[in-house]
Nanobody
Framework: QVHLVESGGDLVQPGGSLRLSCAAS??????MGWYRQAPGKERELVAT???????NYAKSVKGRFTISRDNAKNTVYLQMNSLKPEDTAVYYC?????????WGQGTRVTVSS
């Protein structure tokens, strides 16, 4: 089974930046992604990236966030710039492997002055 561990969440001021990391326990050969869940809201897509680097972003983060992956390090990243209070959420990493969906435990991002 695949284990995913997120890190990098923090308290930042509006307009600030954070870089989230998600380390997988093994090489992931298909899509990986970042999702987020704010209090009282459903979990929503932030961005996804295939093994080969094809990327999809949610409209709300396009132009501000960048997803990337280093397959040799079994790691996916989310660079978040120009953060807004509405970006406050628990951010989760996920990955598909052999037809199964795996989730990390989440890392908290709080954007507040």
């Amino acid at each position: 089974q695949v284990h995913l561990v997120e890190s990098g969440g923090d308290l930042v001021q509006p307009g600030g930046s954070l870089r989230l990391s998600c380390a997988a326990s093994e090489r992931i050969f298909s899509i990986m992604g970042w999702y987020r869940q704010a209090p009282g809201k459903e979990r929503e897509l932030v961005a996804t990236i295939t093994y080969g680097g094809t990327i999809n972003y949610a409209k709300s983060v396009k132009g501000r966030f960048t997803i990337s992956r280093d397959n040799a390090k079994n790691t996916v990243y989310l660079q978040m710039n120009s953060l807004k209070p509405e970006d406050t959420a628990v951010y989760y990493c996920n990955a598909y492997q052999l037809g199964k969906l795996y989730w990390g435990q989440g890392t908290r991002v709080t954007v507040s002055s």
